[in-house]
């Protein structure tokens, strides 16, 4: 994995647009010093011997603070946030499109999960570090995915018209799914030396040469 990075703690996310305003950017820089405080202390501590407090500390901000971003210290360490599909990219698909073919249409779905990752592809390099460390990060980040593919199901049942999702919309949802942990892969063996939305393509292409060859 791509563990090998020196970590630094000044901030690498995108800033918001300058329209969003000075609020939208000082959360956004808030959360990002959270997420690096929580990297730090679990490097030098253990996530175990790291506490709300510790991590609110390091940055100066109340618990009270800290629980209007996350939820816990390990979704702090993820950079875990409220996930939604764009609406547009959701509505597109439940409408049978954009292409009308399955799965193309999949695709844009993990398109539209790997545009707005929780963190930067810098600090998912930490997150993957830490994860190797501390089981209890995987076991979140599991617990995330799960919640995530309940959400693509329901999206599915959408376009498939289903009164609830059933064993179809559960295959595709897991299409998805897979084809997302599939981008982090190749970005994984390329070194990570770009973003994991550039190698969806090459996902795509395999998984369309797996499907033509059955």
């Known amino acids: 994995m791509c563990t090998g990075r020196k970590f630094s703690s000044v901030p690498t996310t995108p ?3 300058a329209s969003s305003g000075l609020r939208e950017r000082k959360k956004a820089a808030r959360r990002d010093a959270l997420i690096d405080a929580s990297h730090e202390l679990v490097r030098e501590h253990g996530l175990d011997h790291v506490t709300v407090e510790m991590i ?3 940055v100066g901000v109340s618990s009270r603070t800290f629980f209007n971003y996350f939820d816990s210290k390990a979704d ?3 950079g875990i946030k409220p996930w939604a599909l764009p609406a ?3 509505d597109a698909f439940a409408a049978g499109g954009p292409t009308g073919r399955l799965l193309p249409d999949c695709g844009t779905l993990v398109e539209g999960i790997l545009t707005d990752p929780p963190v930067d592809h810098a600090r998912l390099a930490v997150v993957l570090e830490l994860a190797g460390r501390e089981p209890a990060l995987v076991v979140r980040q599991m617990a995330a995915f799960e919640e ?3 959400h693509i199901e329901a999206l599915v049942a959408r376009r498939t018209g289903a009164a609830a999702p059933g064993p179809r919309e559960a295959t595709l949802a897991a299409v998805v799914m897979l084809m997302t942990r599939a981008a982090f ?3 994984d063996a390329a070194g990570c030396g770009s973003v994991p939305l550039d190698h969806l393509p090459a996902v795509v292409e395999e998984l369309t040469g797996l499907v033509n060859d059955a």
């Open 56 to 58: 609110c500390d390091a």
């Open 185 to 187: 892969v190749h970005w």
């Open 88 to 90: 547009d990219v959701a």
């Open 76 to 78: 702090a360490v993820l």
């Open 148 to 150: 995530h593919r309940l």
């Open 15 to 17: 800033e918001p647009p």
